[in-house]
């Protein structure tokens, strides 16, 4: 048996494996394509596949098929070749970012013309078959001889090939990135275009190098596209440790802001206290032991003490980060805890605090004390907001979402005012003459720490509603964010 008997020969086998390296490579490109910055490579995807199709009609030429089959295949051909051609076209165009040129659009449409004509029987390609053995190769092409518009048919391919070449040729020239890699793969398909239209034209005898010339024109657009590829992953990484630098430098600035802020918080808010107590003890320094009045200044000193201490724990509260200590626990004994403290610190003769669980909320997995301390925030800002008035607490499983429970706190006060509502949540912001506004900001980083949420929301009526929304199950390794990542 001679090598040209085989079913499958060498240049059979090499057009086949070049037609899935080719159908690969297009869908590669056309994943890239998605990308953005990497729009241009749609275009070059349909090249690639127009060319991997045109190389699947060369694999019958030295296999043993009927003259019909050869004929219909080199038309077929013909056509894949011609649009293979003008999706180069539009690939080099949108590379450029350029409309097209009257070159272009000449050149495409005879070329689409010739590939549209190939489909006629006898205008590009002839009913003669023609019989070329390569001794050196072993193996027999059989060829479906073009006719004299066939041969212009090639020679308008070679010549747009030229165009295409040149002109990446001039881009590599202006340092334009990659452009050499295209440069030689379209070299090497061009000069093995050539080829294969002076041996179908009969004027040598060679082997049809196109299949070889698609390859190394995928190979070194490949190769270009890696390269690229590899830069723009370098950038991006570069970009990462300058974000990350950027972004630290930003924290960075942020708690000393919040430091500064915190400062003049707490150098107004301790002034005012201090300054009071030693009014006060000046006033029982000189005022006599036994004094109506040495009752009513020790009281106003020990008021202004707690001021003091209640606002040294909210600042604590505030400024000390670390790792959740989750227990599964009751919710009633959470709110019924919290309600019982916030009431234990209201004026004399406050209506108290009335606490509802549904039956229906499971025990929940969550840090006791913060998500305690948030609800009596809660409550406290309830109660001072309503003074006389019963804050209501409802805890229910959330309507939208089963893993989720809501605790509402309500009260009965003047409501929150719209332009205040953006900020209500963030440090040192507060409606009220005294304190730090470090309460709900609190109360803020306790929902987040658990992955849940606080807002305020319209109660339909006069007052105030504030949801804080718990998962069911918080992670173990939950922490509660630093003192800036708070601020707005």
Same mark, same amino acid.
Request: aromatic share 8%.
């Given at each position: 048996?001679?090598?040209? +008997?085989?079913?499958?020969?060498?240049?059979?086998?090499?057009? *086949?494996?070049?037609?899935?390296?080719?159908?690969?490579?297009?869908?590669?490109?056309?994943?890239?394509?998605?990308?953005?910055?990497?729009?241009?490579?749609?275009?070059?995807?349909?090249?690639?596949?127009?060319?991997?199709? $045109?190389?699947?009609?060369? %694999?019958? &030429?030295?296999?043993?098929?009927?003259?019909?089959?050869?004929?219909?295949?080199?038309? =077929?051909?013909?056509?894949?070749?011609?649009?293979?051609? %003008?999706?180069?076209?539009?690939?080099?165009?949108? !590379?450029?970012?350029?409309?097209?040129?009257?070159?272009?659009?000449?050149?495409?449409? %005879?070329?689409?013309?010739?590939?549209?004509?190939?489909?006629?029987?006898?205008?590009?390609?002839?009913?003669?078959?023609?019989?070329?053995?390569?001794?050196?190769? /072993?193996?027999?092409?059989?060829?479906?001889?073009?006719?004299?518009?066939?041969? $212009?048919?090639?020679?308008?391919? #070679?010549?747009?090939?030229?165009?295409?070449?040149?002109?990446?040729?001039?881009?590599?020239?202006?340092?334009?990135?990659?452009?050499?890699?295209?440069?030689?793969?379209?070299?090497?398909?061009?000069?093995?275009?050539?080829?294969?239209?002076?041996?179908?034209?009969?004027?040598?005898?060679?082997?049809?190098?196109?299949?070889?010339?698609?390859?190394?024109?995928?190979? #070194?657009?490949?190769?270009?596209?890696?390269?690229?590829?590899?830069?723009?992953?370098?950038?991006?990484?570069? !970009?990462?440790?300058?974000?990350?630098?950027?972004?630290?430098?930003?924290?960075?600035?942020?708690?000393?802001?919040?430091?500064?802020?915190?400062?003049?918080?707490? %150098?107004?808010?301790?002034?005012?206290?201090? /300054?009071?107590?030693? &009014?006060?003890?000046?006033?029982?320094?000189?005022?006599?032991?036994?004094?109506?009045?040495?009752?009513?200044?020790?009281?106003?000193?020990?008021?202004?003490? !707690?001021?003091?201490?209640?606002?040294? &724990? +909210?600042?604590?509260?505030?400024?000390?980060?670390?790792?959740?200590?989750?227990?599964?626990?009751?919710? +009633?004994?959470?709110?019924?805890?919290?309600?019982?403290?916030?009431?234990?610190?209201?004026?004399?003769?406050?209506?108290? =605090?009335?606490?509802?669980?549904?039956?229906?909320?499971?025990?929940?997995? #969550?840090?006791?004390?913060?998500?305690?301390?948030?609800? *009596?925030?809660?409550?406290? &800002?309830?109660?001072?907001?309503?003074?006389?008035?019963? =804050?209501?607490?409802?805890?229910?499983? +959330?309507?939208?979402?089963?893993?989720? =429970?809501?605790?509402?706190?309500?009260?009965?006060?003047?409501?929150?005012?719209?332009?205040?509502?953006?900020?209500?949540?963030?440090?040192?912001?507060?409606?009220?003459?005294?304190?730090?506004?470090?309460?709900?900001?609190?109360?803020?980083?306790?929902?987040?720490?658990?992955?849940?949420?606080?807002?305020?929301?319209?109660?339909?009526?006069?007052?105030?509603?504030?949801?804080?929304?718990?998962?069911?199950?918080?992670?173990?390794?939950?922490? *509660?964010?630093?003192?800036?990542?708070?601020?707005?």
């Amino acid at each position: 048996m001679t090598p040209h +008997d085989l079913a499958f020969p060498v240049p059979a086998v090499v057009a *086949i494996v070049v037609t899935v390296v080719g159908l690969l490579f297009a869908l590669l490109t056309a994943r890239f394509s998605l990308g953005p910055g990497w729009r241009e490579l749609r275009e070059y995807s349909t090249a690639a596949a127009f060319g991997a199709a $045109f190389t699947a009609t060369t %694999a019958v &030429n030295t296999m043993a098929v009927t003259p019909d089959t050869l004929r219909l295949a080199s038309r =077929v051909g013909l056509l894949f070749a011609a649009l293979h051609g %003008a999706a180069w076209f539009a690939y080099s165009a949108a !590379q450029e970012r350029r409309a097209w040129t009257r070159v272009d659009r000449l050149l495409v449409g %005879a070329g689409l013309a010739v590939g549209v004509a190939a489909l006629v029987p006898g205008v590009i390609v002839s009913d003669v078959v023609s019989v070329r053995p390569i001794a050196w190769l /072993g193996v027999v092409y059989r060829d479906a001889v073009p006719t004299p518009l066939g041969a $212009f048919g090639f020679s308008i391919y #070679c010549i747009a090939l030229v165009v295409l070449t040149y002109r990446y040729w001039r881009r590599w020239r202006h340092g334009v990135p990659y452009a050499a890699a295209h440069f030689f793969g379209l070299g090497a398909l061009l000069i093995a275009a050539v080829n294969d239209s002076l041996t179908a034209a009969q004027l040598y005898d060679a082997p049809y190098m196109l299949d070889l010339g698609f390859l190394t024109a995928i190979g #070194c657009v490949g190769g270009a596209l890696t390269a690229r590829f590899v830069a723009s992953a370098r950038s991006l990484d570069e !970009q990462g440790h300058t974000l990350r630098a950027t972004q630290a430098a930003l924290v960075q600035r942020e708690r000393l802001a919040a430091l500064g802020e915190l400062s003049a918080v707490v %150098a107004h808010e301790v002034r005012n206290p201090i /300054g009071i107590i030693f &009014n006060a003890i000046a006033v029982l320094r000189r005022s006599p032991r036994d004094s109506r009045d040495a009752d009513t200044l020790l009281e106003i000193v020990d008021e202004e003490a !707690q001021r003091l201490i209640a606002m040294v &724990n +909210d600042l604590l509260a505030f400024a000390s980060p670390g790792r959740l200590r989750i227990t599964k626990t009751s919710l +009633d004994a959470i709110l019924s805890g919290a309600a019982e403290a916030a009431h234990a610190s209201a004026p004399p003769g406050s209506p108290g =605090v009335h606490v509802h669980v549904s039956p229906a909320v499971p025990p929940v997995e #969550c840090d006791e004390q913060l998500v305690r301390q948030a609800v *009596i925030n809660l409550i406290t &800002n309830g109660m001072q907001a309503s003074p006389g008035e019963v =804050v209501e607490v409802l805890a229910e499983l +959330d309507p939208e979402d089963p893993t989720v =429970v809501r605790i509402a706190v309500k009260d009965r006060g003047h409501g929150v005012p719209a332009e205040a509502i953006p900020r209500l949540f963030t440090p040192f912001f507060t409606t009220r003459p005294t304190g730090t506004g470090l309460g709900l900001a609190i109360v803020r980083r306790v929902a987040e720490a658990h992955g849940g949420e606080v807002r305020v929301v319209p109660s339909g009526g006069p007052g105030a509603t504030f949801w804080l929304k718990l998962p069911l199950e918080t992670p173990r390794h939950s922490t *509660i964010s630093p003192t800036a990542d708070t601020l707005s």
